[in-house]
């Protein structure tokens, strides 16, 4: 893994706009996997400013996302079809029906997953996916413990992770217990990855993911076999890893 150190947040997101920005304007169709979350909010903003500024048009591209809370419709704010729609897809000139996000409302819930793992291998693989890390190693919602050949699938959040979600909540009651998925086997196919990590409580994350050994029980440790991943991480964030 190639490691991007920068100096803060900020720097960061713009960075990793620059790497996403070079895909959409080199690319005819750029396949976009996008990840929720604190961590791409800067990144989403420095699109949208490259955007009005005229230098990038999404009119060519298509995005999947990794995933979305189980019973939450689209249309609630806490939704990541929403997350997405307000900070990124309403500001930009993106065709909304080649923006794919897990419908976590959907009758049959394996039968969406199915679906939506099929769509993307209709797509021949992501092109550039973008990821966030949770404090316990996971990717998209692929808690400890599943598996690295894990397709779009439904699972059970930790319960590390719904507190650490409770920020955008009303209370911890109201955090979803589920989640729909894209898997660690889907996410491992893309061709490129940009892991954005900030902050300093997430130091020992990126310490376990740099030093510590590749194991189910912390799923991001997979990235370390992956041929194209470029982690681009703030200094407080690093500041945990052996020299
Ligand atoms: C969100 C996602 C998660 C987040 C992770 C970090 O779509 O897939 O893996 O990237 O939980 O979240 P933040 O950025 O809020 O610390």
Do not use: W
């Amino acid at each position: 893994m190639n490691i991007i150190p920068v100096k803060n947040y900020q720097d960061m997101s713009r960075k990793a706009a620059e790497i996403v920005s070079e895909t959409i304007n080199t690319m005819d169709k750029p396949v976009l996997g996008l990840a929720t979350g604190s961590t791409p909010e800067g990144l989403y903003q420095c699109l949208i400013n490259e955007h009005k500024e005229g230098n990038i048009s999404f009119r060519h591209v298509t995005t999947f996302n990794l995933d979305e809370y189980v019973g939450l419709h689209g249309s609630d704010p806490n939704s990541y079809r929403y997350y997405m729609y307000d900070k990124l897809f309403r500001h930009i000139d993106i065709e909304l029906e080649n923006t794919y996000v897990p419908n976590g409302v959907a009758e049959d819930l394996e039968k969406e997953c199915t679906s939506y793992e099929n769509l993307i291998q209709e797509h021949a693989s992501i092109d550039l996916q973008i990821l966030g890390i949770g404090l316990n190693g996971h990717i998209g919602f692929n808690e400890p413990g599943t598996s690295f050949t894990s397709r779009t699938h439904i699972v059970e959040l930790d319960e590390i992770t719904r507190q650490a979600n409770a920020r955008f909540f009303k209370s911890l009651d109201d955090v979803p217990t589920q989640a729909i998925t894209t898997g660690i086997g889907t996410i491992m196919e893309s061709k490129k990855i940009i892991l954005l990590i900030s902050g300093e409580n997430k130091a020992e994350t990126v310490a376990r993911l740099v030093n510590g050994e590749i194991s189910e029980t912390f799923p991001a440790s997979i990235l370390n076999e992956h041929s194209n991943v470029t982690i681009i991480a703030d200094v407080a964030s690093l500041s945990k890893l052996s020299k």
